[in-house]
T-cell receptor
Framework: GAVVSQHPSWVICKSGTSVKIECRSL??????MFWYRQFPKQSLMLMAT?????????EQGVEKDKFLINHASLTLSTLTVTSAHPEDSSFYIC????????????FGPGTRLTVT | QQQVKQSPQSLIVQKGGISIINCAYE??????FPWYQQFPGKGPALLIA?????SEKKEGRFTISFNKSAKQFSLHIMDSQPGDSATYFC???????????FGTGTKLQVIP
């Protein structure tokens, strides 16, 4: 149990366009979902925390108008990268925690975004 | 104060040997310390985790040692196998907050 999926697994888009990444908890309800960004050979950097039905909380330095996060249901959160530029190319990973406030986060397989 | 420092950055171990990765933290509010394993192009997967009320936790070949007074914890991989070759991240979080702070990662290579 506790499976998190992401779609797409990889995406290539042109500079200036927007791309949406979906994160789904497949077999549990996730009150909270997290979005991370990981550059090659680096650690995961938290971008934002989203709670179902409320606005996301962004980490310092993350542009909320560029990285739009929607957590419309207990099983789905989306990250939209607006007006993407080559420097946005990265590995985006979501995680979800179960309703009930446990510590454990379950991570998705990641989405590789390449902006040309 | 939110940092989790991890060492070494990379590690090469012979098959059958012991791999040891160390982490240190400063925030005494941290009370959950997981270790994640990540293969290239994949998301991290929880390997083992510990709470500060115990000094050691063992699951199969993987053991976490925890030193609360020193604010340090480490991962030991016994009988290391080539399939263990991956990047390992230590992490820490706080009760009720769930935000996870990751270490910088250790790339482990187990050679035959």
């Amino acid at each position: 149990g506790a499976v998190v999926s992401q779609h797409p697994s990889w995406v290539i888009c042109k500079s200036g366009t927007s791309v949406k990444i979906e994160c789904r908890s497949l077999d549990f309800q996730a009150t909270t979902m997290f979005w991370y960004r990981q550059f090659p050979k680096q650690s995961l950097m938290l971008m934002a925390t989203s709670n179902e039905g409320s606005k996301a909380t962004y980490e310092q330095g993350v542009e909320k108008d560029k990285f739009l996060i929607n957590h419309a249901s207990l099983t789905l959160s989306t990250l939209t990268v607006t007006s993407a530029h080559p420097e946005d190319s990265s590995f985006y990973i979501c995680s979800a925690s179960r309703s009930g406030g446990t510590y454990e986060q379950y991570f998705g397989p990641g989405t590789r975004l390449t902006v040309t | 104060q939110q940092q989790v420092k991890q060492s070494p950055q990379s590690l090469i171990v012979q098959k059958g040997g012991i791999s040891i990765i160390n982490c240190a933290y400063e925030n005494t509010a941290f009370d959950y310390f997981p270790w994640y394993q990540q293969f290239p192009g994949k998301g991290p997967a929880l390997l083992i985790a510990i709470r500060p009320d115990v000094s050691e936790k063992k699951e199969g070949r993987f053991t976490i040692s925890f030193n609360k007074s020193a604010k340090q914890f480490s991962l030991h991989i016994m009988d290391s196998q080539p399939g263990d070759s991956a990047t390992y991240f230590c992490a820490a979080s706080t009760a009720g907050y769930q935000k996870v702070t990751f270490g910088t990662g250790t790339k482990l290579q187990v050679i035959p």
